[in-house]
């Protein structure tokens, strides 16, 4: 296997398995492209928080003066990422950007915390985290460019104009290093529980993974999923009142 | 003495993707200064504990990029292999 090669452990299981497989190829304008499991596992989670919204819409609109244990969770949920959201960015632009910021941070979480149910998490793909940083990063411009008006463009030559490429250097380095982190952070979980789970005997592979499974996906998970959200906010309120 | 390329391009990649991951030390040095701040902070002033927590973890999230660069890299090095396919 290509990866025993690489770790010069013969070792390796074919259960360490962290790529990304090619499952059903598709004929694309001639090119060929395949449905990965990136999609697949992306689907997934996409589904599931289709339904846990339906479910919530109806437990929350049903609840008459008992609500049930669910509709009170998920009013404690939204109430803590409505404050989330307003104690970093204010209050009014806060309810304009609440829909994205609370969106992006249920489908990152989700994703992250998706490999303790043996799903390979999306955002263990670079594909999928640059289009979310790339969202984000359009998001920055537009609030610049809307608050700013001229003062965006006139900004990128601050202090004095020798610093024009600079700061467009940093502009767009934003998504990059946004998409980087967060790939990282969940390649290099995904990784170590693929070489855990493959070279290990049998013997070891219960109990003692779940502690592993605990700090990797769903504490490094909740992290980055808080940290991508908090880094969108404050960019966003950095444009917005950065005068 | 015949010299097998390949090997040793992936021996050199090896050894590129263990230099490679030693960035990880200045993150490990900063993400410690930052707690140890943040613990002396929550010291100082108990009441502050959630304002402090959230900026603690923000900023350590941040330092702990260039560190990520460097596991990217080696990660690249030992299971893409950009050289010598």
Known sequence: MQSGLALGLDMVRPEADFYINELYPINFFGNTVYITTTHVCTLIVCLTILCLTFAARRAVLRAGDKPSLFATGVETVIGMLVSFVNSSMGKKPGKKYINYIGTLFLFVLLSNISGLFGLRPPTADYGTTLCIALITFVMIQYAAIRYKKWGAFTDLFQPIFLFFPINVISEFATPVSMS??????????????????????????????????????????AIQAYVFCMLTMVFISDKRDGK | MEINITGLIGAASAIGAGIAVCSGIGPGIGQGIAAGYGASAVGRNPGAKGDIMSTMLLGQAVAETTGLYGLVVSLLLMFVKPFGK
């Open chain 1, 180 to 221: 980087l982190r967060l790939f990282g952070n969940v390649l290099a979980g995904t990784v170590m529980m693929a070489l855990y789970y493959g070279l290990i005997p049998v013997l070891f592979r219960f109990g003692i993974p779940s502690a592993l499974h605990v700090y990797f996906d769903l504490f490094s998970g």
